[in-house]
């Protein structure tokens, strides 16, 4: 059974892990009978929220404790994933990972991706195992690579924060993908584009399985199929 990792960064769009990204991306890991396990970084949290009002509230709160809301509490640590215990890699979207998992919300193409997080990312990497990236966290991927390799995303529509990252860029529509064979990453834009819950339903469900494709494709490789 292949097996993946999740990496989300809190709970609210504004300032965590989108959630109706999240959920269909464990929905759809879930519907391919895949073993999979949520992890998030053991930290505070870079600023709080009103998801109401879409306010910054005075308030201090823990990334793994919010990111426990989604995962009905079976989640990790990210300091606790193992690589080698994983075939594939998602990181959801939310604006948590432009401020909790990397800080590109504020360094823009100057950015860096938390420590943790950049050497898994480039562990994976090197490993040749799938990454995917939803909504904005493709260029949370593109950060932690930009010194190994030129790597090909999208972020939806055109993104001059993409060239400026150093990556190759692909408009894209919220059902759609964007594949990178060579780099084994695969990304769609969700909510980085208006569109309606089953277009970006549809783009995750595509997501999830081209990385099971492309897992199965290395399977096979491997043992000199092809």
């Known amino acids: 059974m292949i097996r993946v990792a999740v990496v989300i960064s809190g709970c609210g769009h504004l300032d965590g892990a989108e959630i109706s990204e999240t959920v269909f991306t464990l929905l759809e890991l879930d519907r391919n009978n895949v073993e999979t396990r949520i992890f998030a970084p053991n930290q505070k949290q870079h600023y709080v929220i009103n ?18 809301r989604i995962a009905r509490g079976a989640i990790q640590s990210l300091n606790e994933l193992q690589v080698k215990d994983f075939d ?7 604006f948590g990972a432009a401020t909790n998992l990397s800080d590109l919300a504020f360094k823009n193409e100057n950015a860096t991706v938390i420590e943790d997080l950049r050497k898994i990312i480039i562990e994976f990497y090197k490993l040749s195992k799938p990454i995917g990236g939803i909504c ?16 090909k995303i999208t972020l ?7 060239a400026k990252l150093g990556a190759l860029e692909e408009v894209c529509a919220a059902d759609g993908i964007v594949i ?12 980085m584009i208006d569109a309606p819950l089953t277009q970006i339903h549809t783009g995750i469900s595509k997501l999830v399985n081209k990385i099971i494709e492309m897992h199965n494709h290395t399977l096979v490789r491997d043992k000199g199929i092809v």
């Open 51 to 68: 998801h109401l009002t879409k306010k910054e509230v005075v308030e201090e709160r823990n990334v793994l404790v919010e990111s426990a």
């Open 88 to 94: 594939a890699l998602i990181l959801p979207g939310g």
């Open 136 to 151: 904005i966290s493709p260029a949370v991927l593109v950060l932690a690579l930009k010194d190994f390799v030129q790597v």
């Open 156 to 162: 939806g529509d055109k993104n001059e924060l993409v």
């Open 180 to 191: 990178d064979w060579e780099n084994k990453l695969v990304t769609t834009p969700a909510f």
